[in-house]
């Protein structure tokens, strides 16, 4: 090897590989402090764009799961809304029965008149009331039902379908304007409370049906959204035991470094006791 004041050879590949111990030493300390082994492109291309997708896919996922939940909501007050209706059928067929005895005299009869339209007027009210987020199953307001995303590329949907409750409609056959105030009143209204109170039982179990099957998909998306987290952290996430490991050998690496460079940088001197200096 040639000794020489202007080059110093040996200083260079110490300075060389002692520079390539600190951008190792970087990268560790990005894994580090990010705790990914992947953190941008640079570190690993193909890894990162795949991660990069499967992120997007968890972050649109995370919206269907939004939209599941209001639909779930709203279901449920749907649910609770029609049991409530359903036990004030029970309630106004009572009544109806009871104004269909003969010997009823007129004050009798118009106290149940009154119970059965105050009855009339409170499943009005919860209808009306049986809304969640602007959305109501109950008062005629949607014609089929309300559709939900069902995946990230919003290619399927799901239905919660609407059951009109109002009067004289398909479920509730009685009129809003029934009355108890004689015998023959009193028997059409038995028969159209049971009827009604058979279609709306029918509809509460469809429309429980239909939540059931909401919150059954809703469960998949959320075991799906913790399945593609664990993926791309199978892909991007640092071993921080290993980490650690190697940042210690690094530690190591890079005092031995600084230790060469600084014998490289001695190596002119011998030059001098070459002239008797």
């Known amino acids: 090897m040639t000794l020489s004041v202007h080059t110093n050879t040996s200083a260079m590949v110490a300075l060389q590989n002692l520079n390539k111990t600190n951008d190792e030493m970087g990268d560790i300390q990005n894994r580090i402090n990010t705790g990914l082994k992947v953190s941008r492109a640079k570190d690993n291309s193909a890894i990162y764009a795949v991660a990069q997708s499967m992120r997007s896919d968890i972050r649109a996922l995370d919206a ?8 779930t909501s709203i279901g449920d007050v749907a649910m ?8 004030l059928l029970i309630q106004m067929r009572e009544k109806a029965t009871a104004a269909m005895d003969p010997s009823l005299d007129q004050f009798s009869r118009a106290a149940y008149d009154a119970d059965f339209k105050a009855l009339i007027d409170q499943v009005q009210v919860i209808i009306q009331n049986a809304e ?7 008062n005629g307001s949607v014609s089929s039902g309300i559709e ?18 109002g009067f004289g409609g398909t479920f509730i056959t009685l009129a809003a304007t029934a009355s108890l105030g004689s015998v023959t009143l009193a028997t059409a209204a038995v028969t159209a409370v049971k009827a009604s109170l058979d279609n709306v039982n029918q509809a509460l179990a469809d429309l429980g049906s239909d939540v059931k ?3 059954a998909h809703n469960n998949f998306v959320g075991r799906l959204m913790d399945t593609l987290t664990g993926g791309v952290g199978d892909l991007v996430d640092a071993d921080m035991a290993v980490e650690s490991a190697r940042l210690q050998a690094l530690q190591v ?8 460079l600084s014998i490289a940088n001695n190596e002119p001197q011998i030059i001098l006791s070459l002239f008797g200096q």
Request: aromatic share 4%.
């Open 148 to 165: 939900f995303l069902a995946d990230a590329d919003a290619a399927r949907t799901v239905t919660l379908k609407a059951r009109d409750l």
């Open 213 to 215: 099957k909401l919150e």
């Open 253 to 260: 690496k890079q005092q031995l470094g600084v230790q060469a």
């Open 132 to 138: 969640f987020d602007g959305a109501n199953l109950l």
């Open 64 to 71: 269907v799961q939004i939209g599941l939940n209001r639909a």
């Open 80 to 87: 609770a809304a029609g049991e409530s209706i359903s036990d």
